[in-house]
T-cell receptor
Framework: SQQGEEDPQALSIQEGENATMNCSYK?????LQWYRQNSGRGLVHLIL?????REKHSGRLRVTLDTSKKSSSLLITASRAADTASYFC??????????FGTGTSLTVIP | DAGITQSPRHKVTETGTPVTLRCHQT?????MYWYRQDPGHGLRLIHY???????DKGEVSDGYSVSRSKTEDFLLTLESATSSQTSVYFC???????????FGSGTQLSVL
């Protein structure tokens, strides 16, 4: 399976704190993406980092990629209650097929 | 959800019956995907399509077939549903030149 794994499976933090979640994958990638899923909804794209990039920012999101370790991390700064959701990494190996991790469930306590 | 409609939203069926799930998009995206989501497994790719009548298998394709006769519609068929196919099914689309996926709202399927 090319499916990635995410760590931790669940994370609970206070509002205002930073949240960090990690993703590991098995084979070389074209890019890695992070998605968010609110309960009962479809996934929404957050950010994409290409295999030749090491770090990328978008608003309160910071993504890093270490291709030598086959891992990525997503940092959400100054978290808000509205950030409560599940977060998934997805790896693109061929340009057409996307493999998702098992997800991190984030709870931000007001 | 970016012009992607899945139907039905919920379905309960019995083991051994055929089931067809529909994904309809208004975005004219070239690629369409079917995923299933199960606790502890995240999302797993079932089948995908890279154009009308062009489809390929994903990592969990056994027991599923797909068809795409028009750009806007991608059908997922369970020929003879089993309890292990109880899941939430998501359709996703992608343009030909961008990498990000757009998702529908999902279909909750229960096979009793």
């Amino acid at each position: 399976s090319q499916q990635g794994e995410e760590d931790p499976q669940a994370l609970s933090i206070q509002e205002g704190e930073n949240a960090t979640m990690n993703c590991s994958y098995k084979t070389s990638i074209n890019n890695l993406q992070w998605y968010r899923q609110n309960s009962g909804r479809g996934l929404v794209h957050l950010i994409l980092i290409r295999s030749n990039e090491r770090e990328k920012h978008s608003g309160r999101l910071r993504v890093t990629l270490d291709t030598s370790k086959k891992s990525s991390s997503l940092l959400i700064t100054a978290s808000r209650a509205a950030d409560t959701a599940s977060y998934f990494c997805a790896t693109d190996h061929t340009g057409n097929q996307f493999y998702f991790g098992t997800g991190t469930s984030l709870t931000v306590i007001p | 959800d970016a012009g992607i409609t899945q139907s039905p939203r919920h379905k309960v069926t019995e083991t051994g019956t055929p089931v067809t799930l529909r994904c309809h998009q208004t975005e004219n995206h070239r690629y369409m995907y079917w995923y299933r989501q199960d606790p502890g497994h995240g999302l797993r790719l079932i089948h995908y399509s890279y154009g009308v009548k062009d489809t390929d298998k994903g990592e969990v394709s056994d027991g599923y077939s797909v068809s795409r006769s028009k750009t806007e519609d991608f059908l997922l068929t369970l020929e003879s549903a089993t309890s292990s196919q109880t899941s939430v099914y998501f359709c996703a689309t992608k343009t030909g030149d961008k990498e990000k996926l757009f998702f529908g709202s999902g279909t909750q399927l229960s096979v009793l």
